[in-house]
């Protein structure tokens, strides 16, 4: 199969493919430790009934902002009790971000380490990557962990893993997400981080 690089251009094409490819990728694909019940990275526990998810764009400023506090903050306070998911839902108006999460989910297969390093390095990196040297920072990421920019570019010739970000697009839509990060806990949005550490301390308090 060719190896393409995505663009909204590309959407009709892509869809005939990733349609017939979603149901398998969301019950057969395996990557990082995560719980049973999620194809998504999770960080912390991932077994408890406490979970918060995260809906991201990798190329979003305010993303950015949640993730470096959920990093040094949240998940350091709360990880031991509550799980902490991770989905893509990179904005159409934004050029790189699409792929950047189709490469997250192909380091995810090999670590959630490596994946969740990558996330990081797009969040901070966000004012100097661009749609035409997003291959050539991938690979330059990656070299330190043995994985080659020749395994890179075969990422894009796997429809599951397209497959996975999409899934995670739907998803959004039917939590009605608007704008991203969108945080949800028990189903409620939490705008900010204050008010989720307020709501994660009473349900560990509560033993839930």
């Not at 995560?34 to 960080?43: E, Q, V």
């Not at 991201?56 to 009790?81: N, T, V, Y």
């Not at 790189?96 to 996330?119: E, P, Y």
């Amino acid at each position: 199969m060719s190896r393409l690089l995505y663009n909204e251009a590309m959407k009709p094409a892509l869809l005939s493919i990733l349609l017939g490819a979603a149901l398998l990728a969301l019950t057969a694909f395996t990557a990082a430790p995560k719980s049973t019940t999620s194809t998504d990275p999770i960080l912390g526990d991932a077994h408890s009934k406490l979970r918060v998810i995260i809906y991201q764009d990798l190329e979003c400023p305010d993303c950015a902002q949640w993730h470096q506090i959920f990093k040094s903050q949240i998940i350091p306070r709360f990880g031991k009790q509550v799980g902490f998911e991770f989905r893509d839902y990179p904005l159409p108006q934004h050029q790189w971000s699409f792929n950047a999460s189709v490469l997250a989910r192909f380091f995810d297969i090999h670590s959630l380490k490596i994946g969740m390093a990558w996330r990081d390095y797009c969040f901070t990196h966000q004012n100097d990557l661009t749609p035409a040297n997003l291959m050539d920072t991938a690979a330059r990421f990656a070299h330190p962990y043995g994985i080659t920019r020749t395994q890179l570019e075969d990422a894009f010739a796997n429809p599951d893993l397209f497959a996975l970000v999409q899934a995670d697009q739907r998803r959004g839509g039917h939590d009605n997400v608007q704008h991203t990060p969108t945080i949800l806990f028990n189903g409620t949005e939490a705008k900010t981080p204050q008010q989720l550490e307020l709501w994660l301390a009473q349900a560990v308090e509560a033993g839930h």
